[in-house]
């Protein structure tokens, strides 16, 4: 196959179609060939008709060894070019073509032999003389009887006559018959000497070399060999030539595999999923070790000291002395690949996906808004976490915006999103067969008791319902970023003078988001602050002397101090917290510059067991176009739109071939590099997976 052209995946794939068809039916071809010669060995002959109980048990096992034989040149040659050297390698192949040419030269000879004898005793020559034999010994007809006969009588008249006196003697008439019998005698063996001579001769045409194929009797003419040797020279040319073919199928249908699989297409059945190990864990191909040794590439340096072009150098000298280990990774390192960009898809959009069955499907905003409202009110225990009782929602939501939904769908979209809110969003537990609140909503959850003397109004319930989804999308993005902030890790710290006290003991519960914002409005109230800066100091203050609060950002605390704040006083202090943020935007700049280094070198290691060293080289080189198409918003910040870019620049315009997880580690390492330099920042809201993300342009 040639690899120096672009690559077309449509050809790539027909031309693996058409040898792998190719190559079946060369293993069909030579699992007949081989049966006919072996099965009629063991059984003595092919009339299955006539096969008694033995020989039915001699051709069924003949038929599984030649079964076992053929799977085993199928799988053999199916692996490509053999690696000369080997001696296992060798002793296989021998094995292998050592035995089809036994077989399928043992059933070329028997026809030759069979046809020949059929010729022979076809022959009219041969037929005359058979029953001219027939005629010698089975006929009961003497010249002689007559005469016999007539001695006979006279000797029994002239003992009559003796008897009576009327004869001297009887002698004449005896000697008569002694010399009717000696002609006789002598008359059967002549007949007996004749027929013999013709049972040489019809031996002789029975078998007439003459009666081989034209082309055997060409090769006994030529080399003055017999029949047997001519026949034998004949099959061995034509098997060698069918042997030959059979392993040249096998070859290109390896590399045409190997090429699809090279450029990212599966198209083995191979590493779906590993067997349970002892203890019955199930492990995924994606979890296994994909990195390849590094041995080659960080021997005497320490690469976290390194600079980008210094690291940059010893990655393509570690890559041109070490292209076995990137031969030997690289399947390993593809499967992975392809495991990992299976789970970066937009969770919303599974759930769409799965609506096979539905005419018209849902766009991503109506998926999102019923994933939404599905949530609140499980959340707010409207709902009860069951297919039944999901089932009038989904469908409302559904025939509102104008979709006809049948049962069997909603019932199975149903499943889905339980499935999706237990699994990614950690809202419910999954417990057997049922789904139940996770502890953490349930605690967050408000309780609302009604007493017999007061019931809450629709306008206070939905007062309380609107402070409660506020405080739920603040534990949400609290629960994504963590405690990022770095007034709250200042806070939250331990100080050198601090010494172990009971209330930080990991045995306290952790508060809720409802009961940790109480506690703040209680100690900023008992503090007595009224200035906007002592409000939100106190704020800082009473979150960090807390033993286990919800885990809240900055920003969160942010909004709780400024409802605090009085409202006159609430656009001054927004004028001076954007100026007091500003060093503290400095100090996050400086955290990001070091990680985007750090980034860009774990980017430039992974790459070195995706990419060979020169195109490595050459597309590190590629960076200055794609920030400026970046930039001026020719090219977006996209797997797809970064493929397209190396596509259209390395691989065609420089005629370099680039295996898919090669491209995508090019791309992070533009990210990275397009990071360090303050070309992009990292997205907030990245939270490792769809639909945002990880970079925006800064």
Not at 109 to 137: C, F, H, L, N, W
Not at 158 to 185: D, F, P, Q, T, W
């Amino acid at each position: 196959m040639n690899n120096k052209k672009p690559f077309n995946a449509g050809l790539a794939y027909a031309e693996y179609k058409q040898r792998q068809l190719a190559y079946i039916i060369a293993a069909i071809t030579a699992y007949l060939m081989s049966a006919y010669f072996v099965v009629g060995y063991f059984a003595g002959h092919l009339r299955i008709m006539e096969w008694d109980g033995s020989q039915w048990a001699q051709a069924i096992p003949s038929l599984g060894l030649v079964a076992v034989m053929t799977a085993y040149q199928f799988f053999l040659y199916s692996q490509g070019d053999t690696e000369g050297g080997k001696k296992a390698t060798i002793i296989a192949v021998c094995v292998a073509v050592g035995f089809s040419l036994l077989s399928e030269i043992g059933q070329g000879m028997e026809r030759d032999a069979i046809r020949m004898e059929t010729k022979s005793q076809e022959s009219p020559t041969y037929k005359a003389v058979i029953a001219a034999i027939g005629g010698a010994t089975t006929g009961s007809y003497n010249p002689y009887s007559a005469d016999l006969q007539n001695a006979e009588m006279k000797l029994a008249q002239c003992e009559e006559r003796l008897s009576r006196g009327k004869e001297k003697h009887c002698e004449g008439a005896k000697a008569r018959v002694e010399a009717v019998n000696k002609m006789i005698a002598n008359g059967n063996a002549s007949n007996q000497a004749k027929a013999i001579a013709l049972a040489g001769t019809a031996k002789t045409m029975e078998r007439d070399e003459n009666n081989y194929h034209p082309l055997v009797n060409f090769i006994r003419e030529v080399f003055g060999a017999g029949g047997t040797v001519a026949s034998f020279l004949l099959s061995l040319t034509l098997i060698s030539f069918f042997e030959y073919a059979f392993h040249y199928l096998g070859g290109q249908f390896a590399q045409s595999r190997e090429y699809l699989m090279a450029h990212g297409y599966d198209v083995t059945r191979k590493l779906r999923q590993p067997p349970r190990k002892h203890d019955g864990s199930v492990t995924t191909y994606s979890n296994a070790n994909e990195t390849a040794p590094l041995s080659a590439f960080t021997n005497g340096a320490n690469s976290a000291r390194q600079t980008v072009g210094e690291y940059a150098q010893k990655v393509e000298a570690g890559l041109k002395a070490s292209p076995e280990v990137i031969a030997t990774e690289y399947a390993r390192a593809n499967y992975a690949h392809n495991q990992m960009m299976g789970d970066v898809q937009n969770v919303a959009g599974k759930v769409g996906d799965k609506l096979d069955e539905l005419a018209g499907k849902p766009d991503q905003d109506v998926m999102n808004e019923m994933l939404k409202s599905i949530r609140t009110q499980l959340l707010n225990s409207e709902l009860e976490p069951t297919v039944k009782a999901l089932y009038p929602a989904i469908e409302k939501t559904l025939h509102d915006a104008g979709y006809e939904t049948p049962k069997k769908t909603v019932m199975k979209l149903a499943e889905n999103l339980l499935m999706h809110l237990s699994t990614k969003d950690n809202v419910l537990v999954k417990r057997g067969n049922e789904y139940q609140l996770a502890e953490r909503w349930a605690s967050d959850a408000p309780f609302i008791k009604e007493s017999s003397g007061f019931k809450q109004s629709p306008e206070q319930r939905a007062t309380v319902q609107r402070l409660y989804e506020e405080q739920l999308a603040e534990h949400e993005r609290a629960t994504h970023s963590g405690l990022s902030g770095e007034n709250t890790i200042k806070y939250l710290a331990p100080k050198e003078t601090d010494s172990p006290s009971p209330t930080s003991s990991v045995n306290v519960p952790r508060l809720s988001v409802e009961e940790t914002v109480k506690r703040i409005h209680a100690n900023v109230k008992q503090s007595g602050a009224n200035s906007p800066e002592a409000i939100q100091a106190a704020v800082f203050d009473a979150y960090a002397g807390m033993a286990n609060p919800a885990p809240l950002n900055d920003v969160i605390l942010e909004r709780i101090a400024e409802k605090i704040i009085p409202t006159n006083e609430r656009a001054h202090s927004t004028n001076e917290r954007t100026v007091c943020n500003e060093p503290t935007h400095s100090t996050n700049e400086r955290a990001h510059s070091h990680d985007a280094e750090k980034e860009l070198l774990e980017a430039m290691k992974d790459a070195q067991s995706k990419i060979e060293a020169d195109i490595l080289k050459e597309g590190y080189g590629l960076y200055e176009q794609w920030k400026a198409a970046i930039l001026s918003g020719e090219t977006k910040l996209t797997t797809r739109d970064g493929r397209s870019f190396v596509n259209a620049h390395l691989c065609q315009g420089k005629k370099r071939t680039i295996t898919p997880e090669g491209m995508n580690a090019l791309i992070v390492i533009w990210q990275a590099r397009a990071a360090k330099e303050g070309v992009l920042l990292l997205n907030p809201r990245y939270t490792g997976k769809p639909p945002f993300p990880k970079y925006l342009l800064a």
